[in-house]
């Protein structure tokens, strides 16, 4: 089944944009997600600088698999259009008892090429049109500046200011 919202292709949770392509994560990408979640650049802003384990990496594919299943979202690797080698990662998961947000992280070889939009974008048109769902919020750390123009790029306004591991984190939201 192939259903087109706007230039975003979804088939079988598959996300297609004009540079990239998204995919869910899966058991075999454990490897290739330790490696990359666990690189400091990485890790700095989206785990708070903790570095996550093997054991952590298991459990988030596997939460990712159980949530495609039963919500059609979760994490999706993001790879350029032809190419073999891992861009970063993007995906929505709740957000405390909020509700859904999207979060993203990039190679640092990636960093400026507009891919964090484009992935994010895509996950964030799939939330609110396939899925239905009524907004989706992003937090960000105050001092991520990159990030803050990401989401500010996917037209997200901010709604309330918390503190955060490294210091203030922005919440922001997009409805449908």
Same mark, same amino acid.
């Given at each position: 089944?192939?259903?087109?919202v706007g230039s975003l292709a979804t088939v079988n949770h598959l996300l297609t944009?004009?540079?990239?392509?998204?995919?869910?994560?899966?058991?075999?990408?454990?490897?290739?997600?330790?490696?990359?979640?666990?690189?400091?650049?990485?890790?700095?802003?989206?785990?708070?600088?903790?570095?996550?384990?093997?054991?952590?990496?298991?459990?988030?594919?596997?939460?990712?698999?159980?949530?495609?299943?039963?919500?059609?979202?979760?994490?999706? %690797?993001?790879?350029?259009?032809?190419?073999?080698? %891992? !861009?970063?990662?993007?995906?929505?998961?709740?957000?405390?008892?909020?509700?859904?947000?999207?979060?993203?992280?990039?190679e640092p070889g990636a960093w400026g090429k507009g891919y964090a939009t484009e992935?994010?974008?895509?996950?964030?048109?799939?939330? %609110?049109?396939?899925?239905? %769902?009524?907004?989706?919020?992003?937090?960000?750390?105050?001092?991520?500046?990159?990030?803050?123009? !990401?989401?500010?790029?996917?037209?997200?306004?901010?709604?309330? !200011?918390?503190?955060?591991?490294?210091?203030?984190?922005?919440?922001?939201?997009?409805?449908?």
């Amino acid at each position: 089944m192939k259903d087109l919202v706007g230039s975003l292709a979804t088939v079988n949770h598959l996300l297609t944009t004009e540079r990239l392509i998204l995919r869910p994560v899966t058991v075999q990408d454990q490897a290739g997600l330790l490696a990359h979640w666990t690189a400091p650049d990485v890790r700095k802003f989206l785990f708070d600088g903790v570095v996550l384990s093997p054991a952590e990496i298991t459990e988030a594919v596997e939460d990712s698999v159980g949530s495609f299943a039963a919500a059609g979202y979760g994490l999706w %690797l993001i790879r350029e259009a032809g190419g073999n080698d %891992l !861009v970063g990662t993007a995906g929505l998961r709740p957000l405390e008892d909020l509700g859904i947000e999207v979060l993203y992280s990039l190679e640092p070889g990636a960093w400026g090429k507009g891919y964090a939009t484009e992935a994010a974008r895509a996950v964030v048109e799939h939330a %609110l049109g396939p899925l239905g %769902l009524p907004e989706v919020l992003a937090e960000v750390d105050a001092d991520n500046a990159a990030s803050v123009a !990401v989401v500010e790029r996917l037209g997200m306004t901010p709604f309330e !200011v918390v503190p955060g591991l490294l210091g203030p984190m922005t919440r922001y939201r997009r409805t449908r």
